[in-house]
């Protein structure tokens, strides 16, 4: 495989033709139609680890997916400026220049939390076990195995690409979701597998989780990886393929804001001591003379986090991107499918991985992260069986089937409906389950 090859339909648009725009680029593009879009803007309501509105220095999924787009968009523009003074016929085959890999990189990193649930990374599994329970038994019978799958292990990756692609038919008659370019789909899918059978075992990151649901899978295949030359990885039971090769530095952008800036979230709400994040930052950073000379002056502990954050960050764009430019034949080949910073140099992964163990022990392990998760465990199941019966049952249900916007209840089969309820419950901000949640049950009435 060429990058000729991934590239030469890269800017083609889902079921629409793009009209030539001086001004921006089919990715600038891309970003904005996302940006603007009503999914994108509810994750500002959404947790990403610690609750809100506890302090205004918390990150919600909407600055983290802003601050991770900044961070995809540096990597992919130091890479993109290497790639293509390396292989000048990228620009001459594909029109794909320099400075479109930040851009498209920025674009899917915009995206990459659109289709996570409230309550953060619980959330996942609180609808994942509302479906796996007795509860759930009758109302998923006649479901096939993949179908089950598909909701017994719901996946935040796999909802916001249906959230992408898709466009109610109640909505319009236009197909095609936010209509995005192929190259940005196939960045934005960082596990381009079905739900079964599971392959984690493989040890490959393409397929440590799923990507895509069986609603979605037939235009995946057709649309995004034929068109994309996306190398095939099926088996016997299922289909899969391994990335599009600017998604592992997605995967980079993420896992370094999510690491670094959380372990900050920690420190400025007291449950991680300022000595152990300068210590841990600072083992990160390639230091100088300079940086000597600029951390002295600064006299603030939280301005002084602020410096090490930034610059931690800063050394981690330089060294993913700088390993993924040494190994990128690897990884157009399909032979190298690994996180990125899983290749850092040994002393850097190991400082990396003290301050993911301390942001488990002291962060993702406190009394606010443990609340809000118990708070997920109970709203969620309890509004999947109410609309799950009403969807199923609507004549059983008809108050509480009113309460469905219209495109959550298309579809004809069981599996359709379900996983239109799960999409309406998930789509919802933390605030909003709440609030449906004690309506419902009689804990506080709407408008009193």
Request: with cysteine.
């Amino acid at each position: 495989m060429q990058w000729t090859d991934y590239f030469k339909f890269a800017k083609r648009r889902l079921y629409a033709d793009s009209k030539p725009d001086k001004s921006r680029s089919e990715f600038q593009k891309d970003y904005d139609r996302i940006i603007f879009s009503s999914a994108f803007r509810r994750l500002q309501n959404k947790t990403q680890v610690l609750p809100f509105p506890a302090s205004d220095y918390v990150r919600n999924r909407l600055t983290h997916s802003l601050e991770t787009a900044s961070v995809g968009r540096s990597i992919g523009n130091i890479v993109g400026e290497n790639i293509t003074r390396k292989y000048p016929q990228i620009i001459n085959e594909t029109g794909i220049e320099a400075v479109d890999f930040g851009h498209l990189v920025s674009a899917a990193c915009l995206a990459h939390d659109i289709g996570n649930p409230p309550f953060g990374h619980s959330g996942e599994s609180a609808i994942s076990s509302f479906f796996r329970s007795e509860k759930a038994f009758p109302l998923i019978k006649n479901l096939n195995e993949k179908q089950k799958a598909d909701l017994q292990n719901f996946e935040g990756n796999a909802s916001g690409f249906r959230i992408l692609i898709q466009t109610p038919e109640s909505s319009s008659n236009i197909k095609g979701g936010l209509r995005l370019t192929l190259g940005t789909y196939g960045t934005f899918v960082k596990y381009p597998k079905e739900s079964l059978p599971k392959r984690k075992k493989e040890k490959k990151a393409s397929l440590k989780k799923f990507g895509i649901y069986q609603s979605e899978m037939e235009i995946f295949e057709s649309e995004i990886a034929q068109n994309l030359h996306l190398i095939e990885q099926h088996n016997d039971e299922g289909k899969a393929w391994k990335r599009f090769p600017l998604t592992f530095l997605v995967e980079a952008a993420d896992d370094i804001c999510y690491h670094i800036i959380d372990f900050e979230d920690g420190f400025n709400m007291g449950f991680v001591p300022f000595t152990q994040v300068e210590e841990l930052f600072m083992n990160i950073i390639d230091k100088n003379n300079s940086f000597d000379r600029r951390y002295k002056e600064i006299k603030s502990k939280h301005e002084k986090v602020n410096y090490l954050r930034s610059m931690a960050i800063n050394q981690l764009v330089k060294d993913t991107s700088q390993l993924f430019i040494e190994n990128e034949k690897d990884f157009i080949a399909g032979e190298l499918d690994t996180s990125l910073l899983d290749l850092l140099p040994a002393i850097k992964k190991k400082n990396l991985n003290e301050v993911i163990k301390q942001s488990v022990e002291n962060i993702y392990q406190s009394d606010p992260v443990l609340k809000i998760e118990i708070a997920g465990s109970k709203v969620l199941p309890d509004l999947l069986h109410k609309f799950s019966q009403a969807v199923l049952f609507p004549e059983k249900n008809r108050q509480l089937a009113k309460l469905i916007p219209p495109h959550y209840k298309e579809g004809n089969s069981d599996y359709e409906k379900l996983l239109n309820v799960a999409m309406f419950i998930s789509d919802m901000t933390d605030r909003k389950a709440v609030e449906l949640y004690k309506n419902l049950n009689g804990i506080e009435l709407a408008g009193y």
